[in-house]
Nanobody, 123 residues
Framework: QVQLVESGGGLVQAGGSLRLSCAVS????????MGWFRQAPGNEREFVAG????????YYADFVKGRFTVSRDNAKNTVYLQMSSLKPEDTAVYYC????????????????WGQGTQLTVSS
């Protein structure tokens, strides 16, 4: 059983930065490609960023390119999402997820999910 626990959310002003963490337990992180998703009230969950098993490949939704950076530390079983130049429209619950496939992006491709962490960006 794989467990994912996100942390690092909070309230930040527009233009600010924040780093989310996702701690993975139960299985070694290196077995999984990882992704970050977000869901704002009234909206569907959407893909934000993904990272391959070894971390050599990262990919992003267009609306975060150049502002967000996903990384992983397999030795610490932790995945990160560094967010900068935050906008009010980035306000959402952010989820990390684990997948066994290559370069997953659709929600259905991910097997394990965290409980989410709230990010609120004030204007």
């Amino acid at each position: 059983q794989v467990q994912l626990v996100e942390s690092g959310g909070g309230l930040v002003q527009a233009g600010g930065s924040l780093r989310l963490s996702c701690a993975v337990s139960g299985r070694t992180l290196s077995r999984y490609a990882m992704g970050w998703f977000r869901q704002a009230p009234g909206n569907e969950r959407e893909f934000v960023a993904g990272i391959s098993l070894g971390g050599s490949t990262t990919y992003y939704a267009d609306f975060v390119k150049g502002r967000f950076t996903v990384s992983r530390d397999n030795a610490k079983n932790t995945v990160y999402l560094q967010m900068s130049s935050l906008k009010p429209e980035d306000t959402a619950v952010y989820y990390c997820a684990a997948a066994t496939g290559s370069y997953p992006q659709r929600s259905s491709e991910f097997t394990y999910w965290g409980q989410g962490t709230q990010l609120t960006v004030s204007s």
